[in-house]
C-alpha cells in the first residue's frame, strides 16, 4: 500500500504500478514483472491511499521441471509510476511451494481510499 498526493494546484491523474521480483527462484526471472495497477484522479491538495491485495497464483510460473509453481524464498515488491520510477520497495518470504489450482487468481485487487 501506498498514499499518492497531489503537491500541484490542478487536478492531475496518477497511474500506481505494481511490480515483483523473484531474486532467488530456481530459473532466470524477470527484474520486474508488472502485477498490478491503477489510475487516480488527485484534486490539488488531494491524497488517497493505495492498496493491493496480490494473490499468490500471480507469484507462480514453470519452473525447470516444466511445473507451474511460486517457489518458497524471498519475493521483492515494488510501487511507482513507471518501472524506471520506483517509489517504494518492500519484501517477503513465501514460507512454502504454492501451486495454483484450476481456479486460481489471475488478477491483482485494488482498493483506493
Same mark, same amino acid.
Given at each position: $500500500?501506498?498514499?499518492? $498526493? ?5 487536478a492531475g491523474d !496518477? ?7 523473484? =531474486? ?5 526471472? =524477470?527484474?520486474?514483472? #508488472? ?5 487516480? %484522479?488527485? !484534486?490539488?491538495?488531494?491524497?488517497? @491511499?493505495?492498496?493491493? &491485495? #496480490?494473490?499468490?497464483? *500471480? *507469484? $507462480?510460473?514453470? $519452473? &525447470?521441471?516444466?511445473?507451474?509453481? &511460486?517457489? &518458497? ?10 518501472? !524506471?520510477?520506483?517509489?517504494? !520497495?518492500?519484501?517477503?518470504? *513465501?514460507?512454502?511451494?504454492?501451486? =495454483?489450482?484450476?481456479? @486460481?487468481?489471475?488478477? %491483482?485487487d485494488v482498493s483506493?481510499?
Amino acid at each position: $500500500a501506498c498514499t499518492v $498526493a497531489n503537491a500541484g494546484d490542478r487536478a492531475g491523474d !496518477e497511474v500506481v504500478q505494481l511490480y515483483v521480483q523473484d =531474486p532467488v527462484a530456481s530459473v532466470t526471472r =524477470p527484474r520486474r514483472e #508488472l502485477k498490478g495497477f491503477v489510475r487516480i %484522479t488527485l !484534486e490539488p491538495g488531494e491524497s488517497k @491511499r493505495v492498496s493491493f &491485495a #496480490l494473490p499468490l497464483d *500471480l *507469484l $507462480a510460473y514453470y $519452473a &525447470a521441471d516444466m511445473q507451474f509453481v &511460486a517457489e &518458497a524464498g524471498e519475493f521483492r515488491v515494488m510501487i511507482g509510476s513507471s518501472s !524506471e520510477d520506483i517509489r517504494l !520497495e518492500g519484501k517477503f518470504d *513465501l514460507a512454502e511451494d504454492h501451486r =495454483p489450482g484450476p481456479g @486460481r487468481r489471475l488478477k %491483482t485487487d485494488v482498493s483506493v481510499a
